[in-house]
């Protein structure tokens, strides 16, 4: 028969005390600056979730061009979706809201006499 009480570890002495206490200290500040960043990263996927304005889909949309108007280029500046047109030799911008596809914005350039 083996006996219990030969496996009970000695009490600790009064430096490993201090030095389990401080692990335990340390520990603790682990673990809420990991819950905390854990919360954080939770928050903002709701706050993003939440805030969206929601997806509109468009199905078919159509923009009248003047007679004669040629698509020159085109690109999207953050919420914007910007055409360049060629209108009989006059350069214009159009820029449209990319999520509602209305109009935002007129630049016309033309040529000094």
Known sequence: MTDTAATVAPEPTPEQAALFARV???MLIAGLTTTLAVAAVLIAIGYR?????????VTDVTATLPKG???VATGV???????T???GGVTEI??????TLKP???????SEP
């Not at 979730?49 to 889909?57: A, I, K, P, W, Y």
């Not at 935002?104 to 033309?110: H, I, M, P, S, T």
Request: cysteine-free; glycine content about 8%.
């Open 24 to 26: 335990r200290r340390m």
């Open 49 to 57: 979730l939440f805030r969206s304005e929601g997806s509109t889909v």
């Open 69 to 71: 108007a040629r698509i």
């Open 77 to 83: 500046a953050g919420d914007r979706l910007l055409l």
């Open 85 to 87: 047109l060629d209108i």
């Open 94 to 99: 159009r820029t449209f809201d990319a999520h």
């Open 104 to 110: 935002a914005g007129r630049l016309k350039f033309v």
